[in-house]
């Protein structure tokens, strides 16, 4: 777990190897489906997902940050990136 300050507010950003998604029993990688596989705790804000093994499923990314490395993995499996848009 790492926590940072963003302006005056705390926050907690966990982080996920590429390896670790393959747990979910979801195409849908986003702060709940992590949280119910016991990848983050329940505190967590963020999550960032780390180039760190195989990507054996193609997954759709909501709302969770990548490096470019696990972007490119998950894309060549197959999967797909969806930005949050902030009102």
Partial sequence: IASCLVGSEMCIR????????????????????????????????????????EVKNKYTIQGITLTKGAKQAIESAGGKIQEVKEV
Avoid at 23 to 51: H, Q, R
Wanted: overall charge positive; cysteine-free; glycine content about 4%.
């Fill in 14 to 53: 966990d982080r996920v190897r590429t390896s670790e998604i393959n747990k979910l029993k979801t195409g849908i990688v986003d702060l709940l489906s992590l949280k119910a596989a016991n990848l983050i705790p329940e505190i967590s804000l963020t999550a960032k997902v780390y180039l760190s093994g």
